[in-house]
C-alpha cells in the first residue's frame, strides 16, 4: 500500500507564496507520475501539475507560470512552490501519485490553502 505524506499549506495573502511537500512510501521505479490536484468548494477537483517519472511536466492554464513542480526521485519527494498566489488559488490540495505496475492511483489526505484578497 502507497502512502503519501503531505506538509506545507496555510493561510497567505494575495501575492505571496507556499511551498507544499509530498512523500511517498512508493518504490522510485514503481512510479508514473506524481502531482498535485485541488478542489474549492462547490467544485470538481481538477489537476493543478504533475511530473512524470522522465522528468515531463504538466501544469493547469490557471497556474503555468506561477506555479513550479519538483521531484526528488531519491527520496520520493514532490514539491509544488506556489508563487504569486491568488483569492482563486484558496482549495484543498491532494497530493497525487500514480503507480507503473498497477496503474493505481493514490491520494493524500489532503491541505488546505487559503489566499485572502
Known amino acids: 500500500q502507497v502512502q503519501l505524506v503531505e506538509s506545507g499549506g496555510g493561510l497567505v495573502q494575495a501575492g505571496g507564496s507556499l511551498r507544499l511537500s509530498c512523500a511517498a512510501s512508493a518504490r522510485t521505479f514503481a512510479i508514473a507520475s506524481m502531482g498535485w490536484y485541488r478542489q474549492a468548494p462547490g467544485k470538481q477537483r481538477e489537476l493543478v501539475a504533475a511530473i512524470s517519472g522522465t522528468g515531463s511536466k504538466n501544469y493547469a492554464d490557471s497556474v503555468r507560470g506561477r506555479f513550479t513542480i519538483s521531484r526528488t526521485n531519491a527520496k520520493n519527494i514532490v514539491d509544488l512552490q506556489m508563487d504569486s498566489l491568488k483569492p482563486e488559488d484558496t482549495a484543498v490540495y491532494y497530493c497525487?501519485?500514480?503507480?507503473?505496475?498497477?496503474?493505481?492511483?493514490?491520494w493524500g489526505q489532503g491541505t488546505q490553502v487559503t489566499v485572502s484578497s
Open positions: 497525487n501519485l500514480v503507480s507503473s505496475l498497477t496503474s493505481n492511483v493514490y
